[in-house]
T-cell receptor, first 112, second 114 residues
Framework: ELKVEQNPLFLSMQEGKNYTIYCNYS?????LYWYRQDPGKSLESLFV?????AVKQEGRLMASLDTKARLSTLHITAAVHDLSATYFC????????????FGSGTRLSIRP | EPEVTQTPSHQVTQMGQEVILRCVPI?????FYWYRQILGQKVEFLVS????????KSEIFDDQFSVERPDGSNFTLKIRSTKLEDSAMYFC????????????FGSGTRLTVV
């Protein structure tokens, strides 16, 4: 059974600082997705990573995928308050679109 | 940008009643899903649907649950006899190209069982 683990689960950081969220998964996969969720809202797609070494950037967020280490990172650069949200990674185990499995989420709070 | 549409946004039902949650996936997508999220917790897979049949289902998706694509656009989740523990946010999702362009989630239906 595929397990997806994120850490940290909670992160409180100051504006202007950098930090990284980690997503580990237990079986081989070369498809990983990052989502953002605001309280009471839906899951907004941030990044789709489809191969080993994939790196994507959007604004202050950058995501990468290392399929050999079964690890993805979401790096936040010079955080701003608007980035406060819960971030989820999700893994497609067999690239057949049968399902994606989510990590537990990282609740990010950015304070002035 | 194409959206996945879910109705209703909030439903309150009495324990033991049947509920139907409705979804309109993105029109050219072929793969459809239901997930649920109990308040403050992780997003859990329920069921996937492709080519008019269930592709995969989780342990949560027991005999009380069923899915249907009654026409070319709607995708429904039925819970036959709701329990208190079914209270959660239910998300519908869809994808095309076996997920290569990502999975798009609807805005969710908050189900409250009283």
């Amino acid at each position: 059974e595929l397990k997806v683990e994120q850490n940290p689960l909670f992160l409180s950081m100051q504006e202007g600082k950098n930090y990284t969220i980690y997503c580990n998964y237990s079986t081989t996969s070369d498809r990983l997705y990052w989502y953002r969720q605001d309280p009471g809202k839906s899951l907004e797609s941030l990044f789709v990573l489809l191969s080993n070494g994939a790196v994507k950037q959007e604004g202050r967020l950058m995501a990468s995928l290392d399929t050999k280490a079964r690890l993805s990172t979401l790096h936040i650069t010079a955080a701003v308050h608007d980035l406060s949200a819960t971030y989820f990674c999700a893994v497609d185990m067999d690239s057949s679109a049968s399902k994606i499995i989510f990590g537990s989420g990282t609740r990010l709070s950015i304070r002035p | 940008e194409p959206e996945v549409t879910q109705t209703p946004s909030h439903q309150v039902t009495q324990m033991g009643q049947e509920v139907i949650l409705r979804c309109v996936p993105i029109s050219n997508h072929l793969y459809f899903y239901w997930y649920r999220q109990i308040l403050g917790q992780k997003v859990e897979f329920l069921v996937s649907f492709y080519n008019n049949e269930i592709s995969e289902k989780s342990e949560i998706f027991d005999d009380q649950f069923s899915v249907e694509r009654p026409d070319g656009s709607n995708f429904t989740l039925k819970i036959r006899s709701t329990k208190l523990e079914d209270s959660a946010m239910y998300f519908c999702a869809s994808t095309g190209e076996t997920g290569r362009r990502g999975y798009t989630f609807g805005s969710g239906t908050r189900l409250t069982v009283v």
